[in-house]
């Protein structure tokens, strides 16, 4: 008795057992949307997730959100379930920046494995472009660094991405290019979403004209800021017969989560960066029982060009070092061998963390994703990152069950 | 002098009580590092409990660094957080410092676009108010 320590075999055996996953995605408009808050904007997505599902908001008995850049919750989830008029029985804030969104999909499975709650609403919105004043922007960038031992130095929320970037090109031996062809690949991929607020012909030469914020980064290696709402459901493939739904869910196979730093002055050099995202994809690749070989498509957090970069390296798909070499002949295009963020991603699309990375995801694997449609994937890794570089998380879906 | 250190607009420090003795050390233009008793090592940004695994140390010695170091990483800002950064190009650097710790700060005393990594510097004390002074980095000569 008492004598079991729980390990990633528990939750395989429960992601087999219960056959978790995602059965409905809701996205809004994104953009300059003014004149909409950030409840409304939940509320939509909401609204958009429970009618994609095919169920009733009464259905739904979980609730999971994230935080708001713009309005003062003190607890954003059970004031969203007071504002929707769903009565949860689990109530969950994930508040770990660009991590959010990823891990609010382990976090639902974590909740549904342990029988606190059988449908669960995952759900993000801001109007962060419209309702931020320059003072709130000021104090968000005060947030994303140490307000003691770097702020004052004059870092902005670029400069600490840049920070990276100039380490990273240097340990690479890259260049400028090897960044920039990143955003450049995106607005490719943002032209052909509908939602996605830039669409603008934007080509290598362009950025290379563009004046640096802090070297070596432009605004366009910046993830763009905008209004706008994303959800998704979660819940059993059996509940999911019981509610009659037509679509069978898009299988979690497996999550991770790996810890760097939350300071730039904490992190030691860049392999501890490139640890954590490894730690974060092995757990979820030990859990699903798979490897890169199995994954078809791929979704980073985007929020600056480096950190897509750092990804791509960091989770083993690409060599060490060679990441912008990729970026840069192409290869990360919906149409080439590495495809990632067929949604135009933060730099191109919206910005809400990587709730439209895990419904991208979704859409590609149930085919649903038109013109960005890539050739029958069955498998999709979605990673987020919050603060710089600092924390991630990885979740793999899958079309098929859990074996 | 005293009238730039009456109108200095840029972000000042949010201060902790556990940093202060760090702040003593830069108004009287020491570079004092917290140094873990558990561990016998230097650590920074400051706070109240060593960051070292398997140290709950919470009572330091602070010793004085040389001040010297390396630029490990940084970027030339031609844009600031606040406007009282306008119209200025800065480096903010991450100093590798020689008791090995990284300290964020701005290299000055030198043309931003000329900063390269591996520089060597040494801390150069910036008087910012009557209280505050900063400890920034220049490239040794």
């Not at chain 1, 008995?61 to 004031?79: K, N, P, Q, W």
């Not at chain 1, 920046?97 to 974590?110: D, I, R, S």
């Not at chain 2, 410092?97 to 005393?109: F, H, T, Y």
């Amino acid at each position: 008795m008492g004598t079991h320590i729980p390990s990633i075999d528990d939750t395989k055996e429960l992601l087999k057992k219960n056959q978790i996953g995602i059965i409905g995605v809701g996205e809004t408009a994104q953009g300059k949307i003014p004149g909409k808050s950030s409840f409304h904007f939940l509320s939509e997505a909401s609204k958009l997730a429970i009618e994609d599902a095919g169920i009733q908001k009464s259905d739904v008995d979980g609730i999971i959100t994230a935080f708001s850049l713009v309005e003062e919750t003190f607890m954003h989830c059970t004031t969203f379930a007071d504002y929707i008029g769903i009565n949860p029985k689990y109530f969950e804030s994930v508040a770990i920046g660009g991590a959010t969104a990823v891990w609010m999909t382990a976090a639902a499975a974590m909740a549904i494995n342990s029988g606190q709650a059988e449908v669960v609403l995952c759900v993000r919105g801001d109007n962060t472009l419209s309702g931020i004043s320059s003072t709130g922007m000021i104090a968000l960038i005060r947030e994303m660094c140490h307000g003691e031992f770097e702020y004052p130095f004059g870092l902005t929320t670029p400069g600490g991405y840049a920070l990276m970037a100039n380490r990273y090109l240097h340990e690479t031996n890259g260049k400028r290019e090897h960044l920039h062809s990143v955003a450049v690949t995106m607005r490719e991929h943002a032209k052909l979403k509908e939602n996605a607020m830039m669409k603008d012909d934007l080509t290598l030469d362009e950025i290379m004209g563009t004046r640096l914020l802090a070297s070596p980064l432009t605004k366009f290696d910046c993830s763009i800021v905008s209004d706008g709402g994303a959800a998704f459901i979660v819940t059993t493939n059996a509940k999911a017969k019981e509610l009659g739904l037509k679509r069978d869910p898009v299988y979690l196979h497996g999550m991770g989560q790996g810890f760097s730093h939350q300071y730039l002055t904490s992190c030691e050099n860049l392999d501890q960066i490139y640890g954590a995202v490894e730690k974060s994809g092995k757990k979820a690749f030990e859990t699903a029982g798979m490897t890169n070989d199995n994954v078809d498509i791929t979704f980073l957090y985007d929020c600056f060009t480096i950190t897509t970069l750092l990804e791509l390296e960091g989770l083993g798909i690409v060599p060490r070092g060679q990441a912008g070499a990729y970026a840069l002949e192409g290869r990360l295009h919906k149409d080439a061998d590495t495809p990632i963020n067929t949604h135009g991603g933060l730099l191109s699309q919206a910005h809400l963390g990587a709730m439209h990375h895990v419904i991208e995801a979704v859409l590609q694997l149930r085919g649903d994703a038109g013109a960005r449609q890539v050739k029958n994937p069955n498998v999709a890794l979605v990673h987020g990152n919050g603060g710089i570089v600092s924390a991630h998380s990885t979740i793999i879906l899958g079309n098929e069950p859990v074996s | 002098m005293s009238e730039e250190k009456n109108e200095y607009q840029k972000p000042l420090p949010d201060f902790r009580p556990e940093t202060k003795p760090f702040w003593d050390g830069t108004k009287n233009h020491k570079l004092l590092l917290p140094k873990c008793k558990d561990t016998g090592k230097v650590f920074f940004y400051p706070r109240a409990i060593s960051p070292f695994p398997g140290s709950v140390n919470m009572d330091f010695d602070w010793v004085e660094s040389s001040g010297k170091g390396k630029v490990w990483t940084f970027s030339v800002h031609y844009m600031g957080p606040t406007r009282a950064y306008k119209g200025e190009t800065y480096v903010v650097a991450m100093i590798e410092l020689d008791d090995g710790v990284k300290m964020m700060s701005n290299v000055v005393g030198i043309d931003p676009e000329e900063v390269k990594i591996g520089m060597e510097v040494e801390v150069v004390f910036e008087d910012a108010t009557e209280e505050v002074t900063f400890a920034k980095f220049k490239p040794v000569q």
